[in-house]
């Protein structure tokens, strides 16, 4: 709920908690809350203007260009959360591996060996992600108390991967081959990354994100035995140790439809769910309380707009009703997305979700 002080992104102040924040936490709601990862990106004309006089990596280094990019999707569509512009590979760098984008994203001096595990830092990120901090706090100042601030950071596996591999692959065997070859230098890695993540996800928090999501998105690659043994702890610790009161800490990965619940022992507040796994099938095994974030298939958004609607209450009615969900694509909004397919997406969930909920709140009063 909000009361108006002016207009635009300032001149808003909290009267309560965002919608996105209440609706993460379980509470009751009023609509169904929206955002979409890569919410900020090539689909828009006003982030391409910026990139084009700028790179990819100095936009996620200079905060008020980082800004800019994230408030741009906030303007345009009236989204309930806005999501740091970063990247994941961001601390990365300040382990001590130099990274950057061709067009993918690369990784210098690939870590292989024990001795390359024990060669990376722990970085600070008071100091040396200190533009990641300033962002958000700029952000917390300029968004409207509506819209909930987002920190994000990569899961240890999803950082594993490419710190292995040295780019994206396709079977990311020697990431695999690490694992099961060297299973005592596997951990050792996983436990330097849960470190920094847990550290870097605390700053975050402690700059202004009101929620934080973990993209573990390359932990669906593994079965639940190796997710159990390899994966599972080390999630549940950085869990443990960035959990906040009031600050919801969101769970995602692609391909996760055979690992969710062990997703669910990670003690996470609300998992995201890819689109290959129904919201009706993602409620029936997580259980009628824990929230749900997902989960419309993104190329749904280059078909007719009726289309969408259709494909989107399916979402809504599958999850179930009095049940706490925060609409989101099943993965990140593509390049070419048309604009008003995100607009009618944004304005119909928000305009169905408050009807559902009026329409059970007749049907517990009859």
Request: overall charge negative.
């Amino acid at each position: 709920m909000i009361s108006p002080e002016g207009g635009g992104l300032h001149g808003l102040r909290q009267v309560e908690e965002p919608l996105l924040v209440r609706a993460c936490l379980g509470e009751p709601v009023e609509t169904t809350p929206i955002w979409l990862m890569r919410q900020a990106g090539r689909y828009l004309p006003e982030y391409r203007r910026v990139r084009s006089q700028f790179d990819f990596l100095t936009v996620c280094k200079t905060p008020d260009l980082a800004v800019e990019v994230t408030l741009q999707p906030i303007r345009r569509f009236g989204f309930d959360g806005a999501i740091l512009f970063s990247d994941i590979l961001i601390p990365v760098e300040a382990m001590g591996l130099p990274v950057h984008f061709n067009p993918g994203p690369e990784v210098d001096s690939p870590v292989r060996t024990n001795k390359d595990v024990q060669a990376l830092r722990r970085p600070d990120p008071t100091e040396e992600l200190s533009f990641v901090l300033e962002t958000l706090r700029i952000l917390r100042r300029e968004l409207p108390a509506s819209v909930a601030l987002i920190g994000f950071a990569g899961g240890p596996f999803t950082l594993a991967a490419y710190m292995v591999e040295g780019e994206s692959s396709k079977d990311f065997l020697l990431l695999k081959g690490l694992m099961y070859r060297e299973p005592v230098t596997f951990h050792a890695l996983m436990e330097k990354l849960s470190l920094v993540v847990s550290d870097y996800l605390s700053a975050q928090i402690k700059a202004g994100a009101q929620a934080v999501q973990l993209f573990d998105t390359w932990s669906g690659i593994l079965s639940p035995r190796d997710y159990r043994e390899f994966v599972l702890p080390h999630v549940k610790r950085i869990v443990e140790k960035v959990k906040t009161p009031g600050v919801p800490f969101i769970l995602f990965g692609v391909g996760t439809g055979g690992l969710l619940e062990l997703m669910k022992e990670t003690g996470a507040d609300v998992i995201g769910i890819d689109w290959r796994t129904s919201m009706k099938d993602a409620r029936r095994r997580l259980g009628p309380d824990l929230p749900l974030q997902g989960n419309l298939e993104p190329a749904v958004l280059y078909a007719p707009l009726e289309i969408i609607r259709d494909r989107a209450r399916e979402v809504l009615m599958d999850v179930g009703p009095h049940s706490a969900h925060v609409f989101n694509l099943g993965h990140g909004v593509t390049p070419e997305t048309p604009v008003d397919s995100v607009a009618e997406l944004v304005k119909w969930v928000h305009e169905e979700g408050r009807r559902l909920r009026e329409a059970e709140a007749k049907e517990g009063g009859s």
